[in-house]
């Protein structure tokens, strides 16, 4: 089965930044797209941003000019850089990775930003 290890969370103060990483192993033949969304308390699960396989990029409004993200095919690896991070960042950040049609999911990392 596919596989996802996220790394990265943690607490930060608002303005402050921080990098996921995500990393694809397992029953990987066939990956394309991979990226991230989050979910705050009380609130749906929403996307943040996605890459293709060959780099094309699609951010959330509210991230967009703040986060990237990006990839690296030989690793199996998507990142998220966050910067001027804001309280309402608060989520659980989950990993997904398309393969053969199919979506996977990574078990969340928790990103709490502090005011």
């Known amino acids: 089965q596919v596989q996802l290890e996220e790394s990265g969370g943690g607490l930060v103060q608002a303005g402050g930044s921080l990098r996921l990483s995500c990393i694809a192993s397992g029953s990987i033949f066939g990956l394309s797209a991979m990226g991230w969304y989050r979910q705050a308390p009380g609130k749906q699960r929403e996307l943040v941003a996605t890459?293709?396989?060959?780099?094309?990029?699609n951010y959330a409004d509210s991230v967009k000019g703040r986060f990237t993200v990006s990839r690296d095919n030989a690793k199996n690896t998507v990142y998220l850089q966050m910067n001027s991070l804001k309280p309402e960042d608060t989520a659980i950040y989950y990993c997904?990775?398309?393969?053969?049609?199919?979506?996977?999911w990574g078990q969340g990392t928790q990103v709490t930003v502090s005011s």
């Open positions: 997904h990775a398309d393969v053969l049609g199919r979506r996977y």
């Open positions: 890459v293709s396989g060959r780099g094309n990029t």
